[in-house]
């Protein structure tokens, strides 16, 4: 009997919490009370159960419940039916964690290219990866191009679309990645320096499957998903069926799920396909708990199963002067996505990113060296 | 220039929610600090303004901020992230409200069949609806359909499958669905009772599209859809394009997002394609405020651009000897999903659930009676 392990937080009063982890399992697997389960087979084989309740505050518990994997269907939409179908309408219930078994594992997709990969496609391995975005979105395809180039030729590894950039009339999606994917082309014939253009592809699942191709055929070689914003269902399957490149997903709308986020961006954007994962960094305009942002790093490149690792890409306000003490905190294995702050006087987009691109490769020599 | 009035409500000081109101409005538009955007056109038409900000607690404030049309590409993914995407990352931020512009409403599927239209299908337009649940998850394809059979004889409208049932190996979509549907057609030529099947149908787009496509060669005449499960883009796109039955929305998963349940589940499910939503009642084992609730049902029905109003389904542990108290919080046009209630006696499933439907006819006359 396979089963999944999940870890649900409760804020409920001690005296209840028995009854609430035993109304939970019930609830995300037979959805009856135990006394209308009539068949012994169900009861024993098919209904949740309590293998654990630990206290973590005054009124606050970690409840270990096991979900038969028998019940997931083999497929995602039902996977989160199962984790947090019901349960996410008790507002006093949080899902942190997530213990699959292996022949569950073994149905998820996981990064194709992984942190190494995705490196591959870069031709970086042994330093931080650099990343800055194209915004803000109301520019048009010209200027946004013009700034695709500055940065490509600036020595940016990757220069990803803003997550707002979708197909508005504005920058309507076909001409805006054509004419940004050349920018990196004639960057790379100036410069010698070949950045990664990443498209954002956003939209309904058939609109999505069609601007994939037209990124590919425009010659992109990564591509920006938000998992959550796309539906963690046609974010997978998306990635299975018609994506060629790397992945980085976005955290767009995944901070409204009630997922603890190392949970949701670390592992399970991970498990679903994505190469690397952006997500809010603790210095930053998020700021999530520095621990938070450690986990979720942590788990993006964890073992698990024959899952490849993610790349752990920590964003969301980063400045140009304290990017040491990021690569401090997160290790060389990462890349770094330092937005607006580049884009601060539009005159000196380029001087800033050369400026970026140097202050990573100093302070990732300055650390191998204290290590050495 | 067309906008849309956001609100959110925000955890903050009295002293900081003008600036917190500020860095919303940048973060769903432009996602740069106002120095940065250095375009006038982008300044005035695209960045978000703040409109409006009322005290709603002691550290508690509603937020309005119009955001542009433009930024939304037309598209649900698109929208879902310029009213939610990187705002949804700070913890202290909840979506509450949006007012949609005629020129998006229109853009809007909404319900096709609407509660009128939904109504016509089952039959009935005078008196709350009935609805039963097949379940628990495990059951063989025979038991389910043997339940289906027994739920339709006794008189109920609609018979739903529990939206934990997918695709599992102990009951295969297909065969389940075509012996349940075969169920309800047998008790239709025994008792002359129509009763409409609804699958639940769950699962990756693709995948989703071709159960749909199964159910409707099997005759279901209606089916069971979680959109926050598929993900909002992916169930509006399948409602639009392949779905030609009424749309029972499920709320499971929908809990985990930090959007206010009456906006989610009575407008924006409603606004994508749900004929009927089904939503936890205030007095069941979900227990949301009742004002919540009624507000929930109001934005199913209220006048939205031209969309159809949907039908307004409360659940989630309704018991079989308060449904006066409910019909009369609710008003007549609402469907009653009876679920646990009725499966409690395995022996007694027919008679509980010939109660159920007595039970919504005496209290829906006595009602009325009342009224006249």
Known sequence: MSRVTV????SVRPADV????????LEQSVELPASAVHDAEIKANIAGRVTGIRQHGEELFDVDIELAT????????????MLFGNSSLHAHVELVDVRFPEDLLATLTGPRFG?????????????????????????????????????????????????????QTYSPFPPRVQACQRAVDRAYAASGHRAIYAPSVVGSPRRVAEQVRIARDAGARALLLAPSLLGLPAFAELVRDDVEVPVIAHPSFGGATRIAHPLLMGTLYRALGADAVIFPHASGRFAPPASECRELAVRACAPLGRL?????????????????????????????LVGGSLLADAARV???AA???????????ARDEARA
Chains 1, 2 share one sequence.
């Open 308 to 336: 490849l690792p993610a790349l752990p890409v920590p964003a969301g306000g980063l400045q140009l002067d304290s990017l040491g003490e990021v690569i401090a905190f997160y290790g060389s294995d990462v890349m770094l």
């Open 355 to 365: 400026r970026f691109v140097t202050a990573v490769v100093k302070a990732s020599l």
């Open 115 to 167: 942190a190494r990969g995705f490196r591959d496609v870069v031709g970086v391995q042994d330093r931080p990866l650099t990343c800055a975005a194209l915004k803000p979105q109301g520019m048009s395809v010209e200027s946004l191009a013009q700034l695709c180039e500055t940065l490509a030729r600036a020595g940016i590894d990757v220069v990803k679309d803003d997550h707002g950039l979708a197909d």
């Open 18 to 25: 028995a009854a609430v982890a035993e109304g939970i399992a």
């Open 70 to 81: 028998a019940t997931m269907g083999g497929n995602v939409a039902q996977t989160i039916n």
């Open 350 to 352: 380029g001087e800033r």
């Open 7 to 10: 870890t649900y937080r409760v």
